[in-house]
């Protein structure tokens, strides 16, 4: 089952990233699609700026190796992106495929990423630390 683990990992890891970047590219470029998707929602323009940045830096954290605490912040911070968008469409009464399965879906790749994630990739939690040495 590790290797199984491994492969939902990379497979989620991989489509969370492309949506991620791709996505953060656009808003960071002011794409007319992006734009079109936020500003009916009351949001400024320059939030694409901002949450695409954040995006863009949370994929490379995740993806670079090392850096345990930075990654646990790094998927925090994308679901919390997510579930952000999620709930501003929802709540707006947006109900259509194209403003909701995006963030559906990445928030689902964010929290299959970080549940299968290798051990190398984790924060030992201090009582366990102990067994080790």
Do not use: C
Request: no cysteine; charged share 10%; aromatic share 12%.
């Amino acid at each position: 089952m590790k290797k199984g683990k491994l492969m939902i990992y990379w497979a989620a890891t991989v489509l969370l990233s492309f949506g991620m970047l791709g996505s953060g590219i656009a808003q960071i470029m002011h794409h007319p699609d992006m734009v079109n998707l936020v500003v009916p929602l009351g949001y400024p323009v320059y939030f694409l700026t901002i949450i695409g940045v954040w995006k863009v830096l949370g994929v490379i954290a995740i993806l670079v190796p090392g850096f345990q605490l930075l990654k646990e912040w790094a998927y925090a911070g994308l679901f919390f992106v997510m579930t952000g968008a999620l709930a501003s469409h929802l709540l707006h009464g947006d109900e259509g495929l194209k403003e909701i399965i995006g963030p559906v879906m990445q928030t689902i790749f964010i929290i299959l990423s970080w549940y299968f994630r290798p051990a190398s990739r984790k924060i030992i939690p201090q009582n366990q630390s102990m067994k080790l040495l």
